[in-house]
């Protein structure tokens, strides 16, 4: 038995594709998160399906574009996943602007109707930015600064003395600002609908940490497990995803099984082959194959099955790609009960 290895090909313009594909999914799920969150935020599942999306839709490009190249298409969920979060958050920063450029278009209107000066787009952008980095610093907006800021010119406080006008802040320093701000403003967290408790500043943002790390968790493990399936380069086909199965032993002889299975050795297995093993723990082999080429290799998984109940709790024993003819005399002496056939 041989580890798969992702031969890292797809088909023409799959990359781009892909790229595209999850760059349209993030803006999308990180848009619809931001509204449906404005009436109801549950703050373990949202990020998950928010993830899920981007690597469902990265999942369909791979699987239509055939491309097999998993860290790659991991990296791009992980991409979408944090552009998902940041098209959430974005969506935030803009309303917030939107918020502040009526009230700071208020101020200048007055200033204008009582002056010949017209203030420009130019002059109410600096101000928003210098009121984001105020509040992010946890100050109130001074407003004899604002009206400076805003008509570039010094301007009398109260008390007599001078407000500078503030130089224009760096983008990065604005976005920071926003995020100190809305940080500060806490996060309010519902206790089974009945009561609520509010979190500060930094239980705010370990919550948002848990959610980029949630969405892309769920992200890349859908999209890179969809890039790793195992698929015929000579026939340029996934394998099919129907797997045959075969009870290989009972579960106190997996390690002779595993080991059997790893060399290909059938003598070996035959020894510890069991039809009819605890149907509570036993052993399994799942077979899937090229559902066009006969001579491809055999991607085999052997299981450890645990049965409790109604749910079987499997785990893989080991997996690869095993040549048809060893694969062939592996199975030679199991028999695929009714029951398991894929």
Known sequence: MNPYQPSGGSEPGGLPLLAGGVLIAALCTGAVLHIVSQWINLLVVFPMVAGAAVGFAAAA??????????????????????????????????????????????????????TEDKLGA????????????????????????????????????EDGTLADPVPRPAFPAVVTGYLRFAAAE??????????????????????????VLLMVAVAVGIAFARASQPFCEHCRDWYGDKEQIFVVS?????????????????????????????????????????????????????????????????SNLAKGMVDGPVFDKLVAALTPPPSLRG
Request: hydrophobic fraction near 40%; include cysteine; charge should be positive.
């Open 122 to 157: 130019d002059a109410l952008a600096r101000t928003i930015d210098v009121v984001f980095v105020a509040l992010g610093s946890g100050e109130e907006p001074d407003g004899a600064a604002l009206v400076a800021t805003l008509t570039n010119e010094p301007f009398p406080r």
């Open 61 to 114: 490009i791979v699987k239509m574009r055939k491309i097999r190249a998993p860290l790659l298409v991991g990296g791009l969920a992980l991409v979408g996943a944090l552009l998902t979060w940041s098209t959430d958050m974005g969506i935030g920063y803009v309303r917030m602007r939107m918020a502040f450029s009526e009230e700071i278009g208020k101020l200048a209107e007055a200033y204008e109707s009582n």
């Open 186 to 211: 806490g996060t309010t967290i519902q206790n089974n609908g009945r009561s609520e408790t509010r979190v500060g500043a930094t239980g705010t943002g370990l919550l948002w940490g848990l959610e």
């Open 250 to 314: 009972a579960d106190t002889d997996r390690k002779a099984a595993l080991e059997a299975v790893r060399q290909g050795d059938a003598a070996a297995l035959a020894l510890v082959a069991n039809p009819n093993p605890d149907p509570k723990k036993f052993v399994t082999l799942h077979l899937r194959k090229c559902p066009t080429c006969a001579a491809s290799p055999r991607y085999v998984r052997l299981v450890r099955n645990k049965v409790s109940g109604r749910k079987n709790n499997q």
